[in-house]
């Protein structure tokens, strides 16, 4: 660290640096975040200070807070849910874990190694629920369209299972799990069953096609759920929402000289402002305008399914929301060379390997064409 303070200028010459180097996501179609809403943005910058770790500080904040969970438990069709808004997708499916750990073992304390049985398509973030709860993650194999494979996952379930988890809107595929199959195990086992809908969650609701994924379904009960992804709001923004209070109330500590005497979250200090930055851009978009987004972003994946398949590229699925998977050859190849020709950033997915595009708000229709364009080409090199 200097010893001396430097000068505003060079701070900001600093930073303007490091700027330059990040991506402003042009050419980006390997991300789940995009821009966040400018609306989102302008509510940020407003309430920087605001600690949601001391609630009693911060009523104001916390108000808009129970709004955004208000909301969001109505979009799962559960409008009396309760939940707090997370940093992500990672610590919504850690807390949901560690709730259904401490509740299960509660109910049978002959368990000595909790386990869960999560689909083998489940999130990096389970791996280390896995390493930090002392839960055993079970993987069920998929089926060949990327769902979770249901007898599988029976098979998996013993008598230490704590818990179920089913995901809709896979990181690698877009797909949805059959939830409702799998919250028929659930019921049938008593097991709990978490739904990850990180990336889902803003999107399925918003689609003409019907996925029952949600609160609607008996054995659901929790659900993480992601503002900062297609939710358009700042970064940090998740959500972990439950059908019973009794599910946070396990997570509770005491927190004898805050402003309130308990907390069930994970991290202390939150951000206040990613809280309201989901609040102001959920209330400004509306269900009309997160339905527009989520059609842009669908059309934009029809875009790239026909494109792709003008120039002899299947898809490893028929996308279901706007993550697409395309079977080329020699992926990892394909992935350097559309980096390294022409800057753009793709993903691969692991079993089977095929490129993976993500396609969000940020990315046009003409940058779509001019992937296509790119893509024949460096296909055609091979
Ligand atoms: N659950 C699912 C289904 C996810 O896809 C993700 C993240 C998570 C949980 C974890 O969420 P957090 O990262 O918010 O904790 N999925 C993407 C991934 O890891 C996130 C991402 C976002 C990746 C932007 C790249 C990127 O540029 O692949």
Redo the contacts with the bound molecule.
């Keep these: 660290m200097n010893e001396q303070g430097l000068s505003e200028k060079k701070i900001f010459s600093l930073l303007k640096g490091a700027k330059s180097e990040d991506m402003d996501y042009y050419k980006?179609l390997?991300?789940?975040?995009t821009h966040p809403h400018r609306i989102a943005l302008e509510a940020h910058r407003l309430f920087l200070e605001a600690n949601l770790g001391d609630l009693g500080l911060f009523p104001g904040t916390h108000g808009l807070e129970n709004e955004v969970i208000k909301m969001l438990g109505e979009l799962l069709h559960a409008p009396m849910a309760c939940g707090y808004l997370t940093?992500?997708?990672?610590?919504s499916?850690i807390q949901a874990v560690r709730a259904m750990k401490n509740l299960g073992v509660a109910r049978r304390p002959h368990i000595k190694t909790p386990n869960i049985v999560v689909p083998d398509s489940a999130?990096?973030?389970f791996d280390k629920v896995a390493n930090m709860l002392g839960v055993e993650v079970r993987r069920a194999a998929l089926t060949p369209e990327f769902q979770v494979d249901i007898a599988c996952m029976e098979k998996l379930i013993d008598e230490e299972s704590v818990g179920l988890v089913g995901?809709a809107?896979?990181?690698e595929f877009g797909q949805v799990d059959p939830i409702e199959e799998i919250s028929e195990l659930a019921l049938e086992r008593e097991l709990f069953l978490h739904i990850?809908a990180?990336?889902?969650g803003f999107v399925l609701p918003f689609m003409e096609k019907t996925y029952p994924f949600d609160f609607d379904i008996k054995g659901v009960t929790s659900i993480?759920i992601?503002p900062?992804?297609m939710g358009l709001s700042t970064i940090p923004s998740?959500a972990l929402l439950a059908r019973s209070p009794v599910f946070l109330d396990c997570l509770r500590v005491d927190t004898p000289y805050l402003t309130t005497k308990t907390q069930s979250t994970l991290t202390g200090t939150r951000s206040g402002a990613a809280a309201v930055a989901t609040y102001a851009v959920m209330k400004y978009l509306g269900r009309e305008g997160y339905r527009k987004s989520v059609e842009y972003c669908m059309t934009l994946t029809g875009a790239v399914i026909k494109g792709a398949r003008e120039i002899g590229i299947e898809p490893l699925l028929e996308p279901v929301m706007n993550v697409v998977a395309l079977a080329v050859p020699e992926p990892d190849r394909v992935r350097e060379t559309l980096l390294d020709k022409f800057g753009w950033h793709v993903s691969i997915t692991r079993k089977p390997r095929g490129l993976r595009l993500v396609l969000m708000p940020h990315t046009s229709p003409e940058d779509i064409d001019e992937f296509l364009k790119d893509l024949k080409t460096v296909v055609e090199g091979l």
Aim: glycine share 18%.
């Design positions: 980006v390997s991300s789940m975040c940093t992500g997708g990672t610590e499916n999130h990096f973030s995901i809107g896979n990181t990850d990180a990336f889902g993480a992601d900062h992804k998740g």
